[in-house]
């Protein structure tokens, strides 16, 4: 039988009958593996760079100084370790009655620090701004500081500040410092020197608020390693005040935009995996409709259904090796070439790829091959021995059948595999096979529409064209599909990812909030609001905050041995920023419940800290406020849009129950760097204001953006490639049936001419009606992934039906064209022979 295999594998590629499906496998493969070797170079890079935002791959954070022996461990695994010590405190500059003070954040940092990107410094010939790279960290008796330190203190780069004991010379300002952090712990400005230098200011005393941080970096398996020996050493010993913070444990807001960014990749890969699905099974159709003939000879020459069956899987299985060695090589190579072509747009130099794609891509491969071209080939071993005699075939077997359940069953998995995602894979699968269905009941409705329409065409080749149509019911509606489903995708990945990714831009805007303010008392408010809308500042919008900590829960008593979870245990140990009004701010969302009015006390919560902490709506959460017990039900979880950097709160009560409450005030606006110097003005008008410039933390999330943009762009070429791959089957599998009609037509006396404008058409009625049927697939696609995937706001363009029918006007004529081009050239008599 392998011998049979062979010689038939090697009789249709000569024959050319090979030729299309293993085009279409290569196009398949290629477009996966490639989309598979830049993902995986991507992923590490966008983890890479996000791992900057801790300053390492893996942070302990503590209370107290971390255990020697952790470190000693950390060493003993190959991790390069770097230490930091953080705490408020004041820094002052000036002498006698010129003393100047502002509250500062202390940093103290090790050799090696940051382990993960790089501290900036800011540079006056650097004309962009964005700060030159420093070179390790202060020297001896020297400080980096906050321009908005040097700014309160009325000093420049060269002058002294005083830190405690000892007196430190500015020798730079910082301009990027990646691990800042966006906790209010972190809000003050910055001051950083080295550690060495730290007792010698005395500030270190009992009772000081610190934070000590370890940052361990080196090998994933071995960061992973230490992750999980010092999380058990954490369980065991019972350690308060210690917490592992790593990509997916902390950083919510950088969180967020990975997330988008991993749902954003997986998408192209999904769509991919779509078209090649609908590629691989239009070219296997093609073979089995082409082979009918074949088979009934070879069961006449005494060959069994089995061996029918093993000669033709046998043969499928050359082509898909051959298919995917070749297209992993394919899209090896093409993923070099449009890193090149990327060229500055990845200013970084990614990591190098591993083996997994070309083994993913090989897997796919044999699935879709073993998917969609085993049931023609479990139809082939079902064809009569009268076929060579009679032009007939059984309809498939039950069995058959039941291998059309197997492909869509590896369908589905397939895009689980290359989604990672279960929800975004079968939300999409049930869009793609919901779509499949209602383009086929759609387009065979039309053609009975079509019928209604014949009597009152009086054009001749509109007339002749209706009657091809009707007359290829069954083709007609497969072509109209094909052509649906590709230019769907398509269009998926045109217009309607733009407009996501416009949306997803609007969620962290270039005009995002830049400047936190916090610690604005009451009597400070108005003068304060004067302020800003005199600079012109019109966007901000203070909003009370309010100190209180949750002590029970319905009422039994809550504390950290409460939880088991370690985030549950740290925000039950320390105290809230609440905040009451009555109206919800902007951009949060009601995901459960009803917004409070002013009847009685109520409560809305962060829908994540209430998945943390297991609250439901109705239950009743007692907080301690400066002594006062307030006590209030959960009406309402909210959804917050953490990438938007404006003010958040995880708890916002009724005012109701919260006006004789102490409280401040917090904002954020954007500061154009025009208006740099208000920071000044504000802090010297009102010394106990801290103001954060949280720039640089917008500037790195909206460089990941800015990759995955670019990482979207370039996946969109491999993906159309394999889009026009299915146009052009879907239009290719009317070959042979065309030349016998077109025979028959022009034996009986019609022209070429006359045929070629019914064809024409023909292509414009498929085409328009396939690019009507996309564009509303693509929306309704677009609004559910932006609805229930991607969780913002998306608005219908419509510009998605416009480029859909001219999108399938033009695909229907160039695959007409490159596909049917030789049928009107095949000799009539040629045709009337076959026969």
């Known amino acids: 039988m392998l011998f049979q295999a062979l010689l038939m594998t090697r009789r249709d ?37 996000a791992h900057q935002l801790l300053g390492g ?48 954040s202390v940093k103290a940092v090790s050799p090696g620090y940051p382990l993960r990107g790089a501290m900036k410094l800011e540079d006056p010939a650097d004309r962009a701004g964005g700060g030159t790279a420093a070179n390790g960290i202060p020297g001896p008796g020297t400080v980096w500081a906050d321009p908005a330190v040097l700014s309160a203190l009325g000093i420049a780069v060269g002058d002294s500040l005083r830190l405690g004991e000892s007196s430190f010379r500015v020798a730079a300002a910082i301009a990027v410092e990646p691990d800042r952090g966006a906790g209010f712990i972190n809000f003050a400005p910055r001051v950083m020197l080295p550690l060495a230098d730290l007792e010698a200011t005395g500030l270190i005393q009992g009772g000081s608020r610190v934070t000590y941080r370890l940052l361990l970096a080196g090998a994933p398996q071995d960061v992973q390693a230490f992750h999980g020996w010092v ?89 898909g090796i051959a298919g995917g060695l070749l297209g992993i090589a394919v899209g090896f190579a093409a993923h070099y070439v449009l890193l090149e072509w990327l060229g500055r747009l990845v200013t970084d130099t990614l990591p190098p790829p591993t083996f997994m794609p070309a083994l993913q891509g090989i897997a796919t491969g044999i699935l879709l091959l073993v998917g969609f071209a085993l049931p023609p080939v479990l139809q082939l071993r079902n064809v009569p021995h009268n ?39 079968l939300l999409t699968a049930g869009g793609f ?129 409460t939880y088991v979870e370690d985030r549950a245990r740290r925000l039950v140990d320390r105290e809230f920023n609440l905040s009451t009004m009555r109206t919800m701010p902007s951009q949060n969302r009601i995901s459960a419940g009803q917004w409070f009015d002013d009847s009685g006390p109520a ?50 009560l009724n005012p109701a129950i919260m006006r004789d409450m102490p409280q401040t005030w917090i904002t954020a606006f954007h500061l154009p760097e025009a208006k740099a110097t208000l920071v000044g003005d504000l802090t010297q008008a009102f010394p106990n204001l801290t103001v954060v410039d949280v720039g640089s933390m917008i500037r790195q999330m909206q460089s990941v953006l800015d990759q995955v943009v670019v990482a979207v762009e370039f996946l969109f070429v491999f993906t159309l490639a394999a889009g026009v791959l299915v146009l052009y089957a879907a239009l290719l599998g009317s070959q042979d049936e065309r030349i016998r009609e077109s025979g028959l037509l022009r034996a009986l006396g019609a022209t070429r001419a006359q045929l070629s404008r019914a064809q024409w058409m023909e292509f414009a009625m498929v085409g328009a009606l396939s690019g009507l049927l996309a564009a509303t697939g693509a929306a309704a696609v677009g609004w559910a992934l932006s609805r229930y995937v991607f969780n913002f706001e998306w608005a219908f363009s419509p510009l998605v039906w416009v480029a859909g029918l001219a999108a399938g006007c033009v695909c229907a004529f160039a695959g007409g064209w490159a596909g049917l081009r030789g049928v009107l050239r095949h000799p009539p008599l040629a045709t009337l022979r076959g026969s």
Request: charged content about 20%; some cysteine; glycine content about 8%.
């Open 603 to 652: 409560a809305s919560v962060e829908e994540g800290l209430a998945k943390t902490l297991g609250l439901r709506l109705g239950d009743r959460l007692q907080f301690d406020i400066g002594g006062q017990q307030v006590e209030a039900p959960v009406t309402s979880l909210r959804k917050l849009e953490w990438g938007s950097m404006r003010v958040n709160f995880f708890v916002i």
């Open 231 to 319: 999380t058990r050493q954490i369980r065991d010993e019972n350690l308060k005040g210690v917490r592992v913070e790593s990509l997916e444990s902390g950083r919510p807001e950088m969180r967020a935009t990975l997330d988008r960014a991993e749902q954003f990749l997986a998408l192209v890969s999904l769509l991919s995996a779509m078209l090649a699905a609908v590629a691989i099974a239009m070219a296997a159709r093609r073979f089995m409709l082409r082979h009918i003939d074949a088979c009934a000879m070879l069961r006449c020459l005494g060959l069994t259904q089995r061996q029918v069956t093993e000669i033709y899987l046998l043969e499928f299985l050359a082509v």
């Open 433 to 561: 096979i919901g779509g499949f269905a209602a383009f086929a009941l759609l387009g065979w409705l039309s053609l009975r529409a079509l019928r209604l329409l014949r009597g009152h065409v009086t054009h001749p080749g509109w007339r002749f064209a209706i009657t091809g149509l009707q007359r290829r019911t069954g083709a007609t509606v497969v072509q109209t599909v094909a052509l649906s489903l590709g230019l769907m995708a398509l269009l998926l990945l045109t217009v309607v990812r733009g407009d996501l990714l416009a949306a997803w831009r609007n969620a962290t805007p270039p005009d995002a909030p830049n400047r936190f303010v916090i610690n604005i008392q009451p009597e400070q408010k108005a003068e304060f609001e004067s302020r800003l809308n005199a600079a012109g500042i019109e966007d901000a919008q203070l909003y009370p905050m309010i100190r209180g900590r949750l002590v029970g829960i319905n009422g039994k008593p809550v504390t950290g041995d």
């Open 13 to 49: 590629w000569r024959a050319g009958e090979l030729r299309f499906l293993l085009l279409a496998l290569v196009v398949a493969v290629a477009s996966l593996s490639s989309v598979g070797f830049f993902v995986d170079r991507m992923r590490a890079g966008l983890n890479r760079d």
């Open 387 to 425: 076929r060579v005699i009679r032009r007939e075939q059984d309809p498939p077997r039950p069995a058959t059948l039941a291998s059309y359940v197997l492909g869509l069953s590896v369908f589905i998995g397939l895009l689980v595999w290359q989604t990672r995602d279960i929800k975004l894979a």
């Open 57 to 104: 791959d893996l942070v302990i954070n503590a209370d107290r100084p971390v255990s020697q022996a952790w470190r000693a461990e950390a060493v003993r695994r190959g991790l390069r370790v770097a230490d930091t010590t953080t705490f408020p405190s004041m820094a002052l500059a000036g002498q006698g009655d010129d003393v100047r003070s502002q509250l500062a």
